[in-house]
């Protein structure tokens, strides 16, 4: 009998241990939304149960409806792990090998003889970013395709920066190019082989490639994504400002983004990839195995995951994805099977990962550094001034009003920064910091944007 009422006293502990978390979550993803720095879907599961599950905001601001736990959202970038997970599907196929060259399936790119499938996949090709080059190339009247991509890059032969194989740097080319990879390998469209080899056996019913202006179909629930214009004071979409227009003209491109999901879809995935649904067993630790340079040196991305070893939280593999109008995040914690999905269709939003994973850890949440602003000279901030090329397609842009220097992200209104010493800066608006990156000469060549546990390197193009 006592043992009976220990289990049920631990039982309770336990439940009540849990809502308290749950309430933690509400109470700051609330917090957050009246203070209108979020707005979309969230998803907190643990050993695949949903423990907390909520929607912030509209999915549609013309319609006012609101957002659903089915709302369907472009992840941007966390299509990534879609990408590499064709390409490790059709190599178990023996359609494709990793150590093949891109010339074998884009025989257009010969000139980039050394670059093959692998490196692409962890972003060590050295190739530059198409998005530079189509700024300046492409006609945007047009739409273009990864086909555009492919043809400039086989007329222009820009150089790598750096040798291939010796360096890691995020790369949107790679997996653009490895979209191209997969129809040459398949004989299928991006699309439709994504759809046979991955959403369809997983039943991911909600989850497809989506390109809603080059190739424009009705969507049910569908998740607007919005930016704010300064100028109106409301949100808009993208494609109502020239700053943004780029989501029109480059949205034939598929590979680096384009996979459209709910946060419901997202939780069927990562349970998938606890199993050899898709892979076999050593598939499956390839995914999740980082890659490595030329030196031996391992990077910290595998198959389109970010992968790091938390003192606190274990072996992660996670995933941040921006585009004008949507801020994704997949987070995965791979020794303790936790979950975390946040999906939004606003520019100017939170990601609040940190906070949220010490909530499901039972941790005080992190406190925000306090940071003493000092002053520049005028003749100090100008050696900042500049554009540095950071995330996937986009670039902060250091300007100065005065004797205030300001940043800017693509497609975002340019914000104060205020200096914590000759190098360093913080935004007040968001915890965030940018460290300018000087060499030795002491001229600024890159900067560092520190921002939700991410660092972020950038390099200085203008």
Do not use: C
Request: aromatic share 10%.
């Amino acid at each position: 009998m006592k043992l009976k009422i220990t289990i049920a006293l631990l039982l309770i502990v336990q439940l009540t241990f849990g809502q308290d978390r749950v309430k933690r979550m509400d109470s700051l993803l609330n917090a957050l939304y009246a203070q209108q720095k979020i707005n979309g879907n969230f998803l907190v599961a643990e050993q695949g149960k949903v423990i907390y599950k909520k929607s912030f905001g509209l999915a549609n601001e013309e319609t006012k409806e609101p957002l659903n736990e089915n709302s369907i959202f472009e992840l941007a970038s966390v299509s990534k792990q879609f990408t590499a997970m064709a390409i490790a599907i059709l190599q178990e196929k023996g359609k494709l090998n990793l150590n093949d060259k891109m010339s074998k399936y884009i025989p257009e790119l010969a000139y980039y003889d050394n670059i093959t499938i692998k490196n692409l996949v962890h972003h060590t090709s050295g190739l530059p970013d198409y998005m530079d080059l189509m700024e300046t190339r492409f006609d945007k009247s047009k739409i273009a395709t990864n086909k555009d991509i492919v043809k400039i890059f086989a007329k222009e032969q820009p150089k790598l920066v750096f040798d291939t194989n010796t360096k890691w740097e995020y790369s949107n080319t790679g997996y653009a190019l490895l979209a191209t990879i997969i129809e040459k390998a398949s004989g299928m469209s991006y699309g439709d082989y994504l759809q046979i080899a991955i959403f369809t056996p997983l039943k991911m019913t909600n989850t497809f490639v989506y390109t809603r202006r080059y190739a424009p179909k009705k969507v049910s629930n569908y998740a607007y994504g919005y930016v704010y214009s300064d100028d109106l004071k409301k949100h808009v979409l993208p494609d109502d400002l020239a700053e943004t227009k780029m989501v029109v003209w480059m949205d034939g491109i598929v590979g680096d983004g384009t996979v459209n999901s709910t946060a419901n879809d997202l939780l069927v995935w990562d349970r998938a990839l606890y199993t050899n649904q898709l892979l076999s067993k050593s598939g499956m630790e390839q995914v999740f195995t980082a890659g490595t340079l030329a030196d031996g040196s391992a990077t910290k991305y595998g198959f389109g995951w970010m992968l790091d070893n938390h003192p606190d939280y274990g072996k992660m593999a996670s995933h941040s994805g921006g585009w004008p109008g949507y801020k994704t995040y997949i987070d995965r914690h791979l020794d303790n099977d936790k979950t975390i999905i946040i999906l939004s269709n606003h520019d100017k939003v939170a990601i609040p990962i940190n906070s949220l994973r010490s909530i499901l850890y039972n941790k005080p949440l992190p406190t925000k550094k306090e940071r003493k602003e000092i002053t520049l000279t005028n003749e100090q901030l100008q050696k900042f001034i500049g554009v540095y090329e950071i995330q996937p397609g986009f670039e902060i842009t250091i300007s100065t009003d005065k004797d205030q220097l300001f940043a800017q992200l693509t497609g975002q209104q340019a914000l104060p920064i205020f200096a914590e010493n000759e190098t360093q800066f913080f935004l007040k608006v968001v915890d965030a910091q940018i460290h300018f990156v000087p060499n030795e000469t002491g001229a600024i060549n890159g900067l560092v944007l520190l921002q939700n546990g991410n660092k972020i390197e950038g390099k200085r193009i203008k």
